[in-house]
């Protein structure tokens, strides 16, 4: 059953305030008008192809008031490890995430794999309570370790890597001031080295203080366009490699919450988030489970990553699975 409204962003509207306002919907600040648009996240309907949205616009004077009036929580930080599921092309000597601009660099939403927004971007902007900076450190094309699988190139930072410029740029400097009790550290891993028995659990970073750990498991490519073009034989043997890697990713979450009995851990399955919607696309508001392209209404941005539309999904579910925490 569909349970999760899709978000639409307009591209003439400028620096989002994250919050809901007893349940109205999220507030986006017009800075050319000074004008406050209160916007009920637009509604994929399933009537029609088209999204819904209402719209109530306040003047500035009456922004401070509502400011007072929601409920805002303390500031967090966000640091993401992943491929081209993950990544927006954030460097650590860029533009620094910050009040306004909470990616950082390179300018909203970075550069995605399909173009758009991905769940970083709308779990960082959108889906959350609070103001969050997001270090997204997750690079296109990762493998697990460049030793054990060898990216398609090798200038590719692996999540070995990614974990590496945490280290040396983050871990001791305490800039940004991040806590063990405000931080989440998200792994998305697996896409390009499924098969492979060896996965890196988040033992490295537990060790330098981090608390909170979001693991995501390897959605079903094998019904992406790229495999669906492969032989039935060569789809089954990747659903095989992807059950199998899921599998031990389990273990592996449990054996970091065993070593480590102050951790906290979620597991969000995008598996079963990409399978309830491929199984029942127009329920979601999507044309089928098969086709590629920028429409609206396309699940598949390109024939192996989904389309920024259904990131927007995404970033929901990840939203409900954190339970508040950002």
Known sequence: M???DAPFFSPTLHSLISMDYRGFGYYWCDIRTSQLSVRRLAVRMKHGKKFEEAVVVITFPHLLLLLLAAKVNAQKYWFSFGDSYT??????????????????NPPYPGYTATGGQNWVDYVTTVDNTS??????LAYGGATI??????????????LTDQVNEFLDSYAFTREPPWESTNTLFSVWIGINDIGNSYYLGGDRDADVGARNFLFVNVPPVDRSPLMLAQSTSA??????????????LTVR???????????TTWIWDSNAAF?????????????????Y?????IFWGNNLHPSSYAHAYFGQDVATVLGGFI
Do not use: M, R, W
């Open 131 to 136: 103001l969050v900076l997001t270090y997204n």
């Open 87 to 104: 990544q927006t092309g954030f460097i650590t000597n860029g533009t620094e995430p910050a009040v306004g601009n909470p990616l950082g």
């Open 235 to 248: 789809q089954a043997l990747e659903k095989s490699v992807i059950e199998g890697f899921n599998s031990k």
């Open 253 to 263: 979450v449990a054996s970091l919450k065993a070593n480590h009995s102050d951790v």
């Open 2 to 4: 569909c349970t999760l």
């Open 145 to 158: 370790s460049a030793e054990l699988v060898a990216p398609y190139e090798p200038t590719v930072l692996s």
């Open 275 to 291: 399978t309830a919607i491929l199984d029942d696309p127009t329920c979601y508001g999507f044309e089928d489970a098969t086709t």
């Open 293 to 297: 392209g920028d429409a609206p209404d």
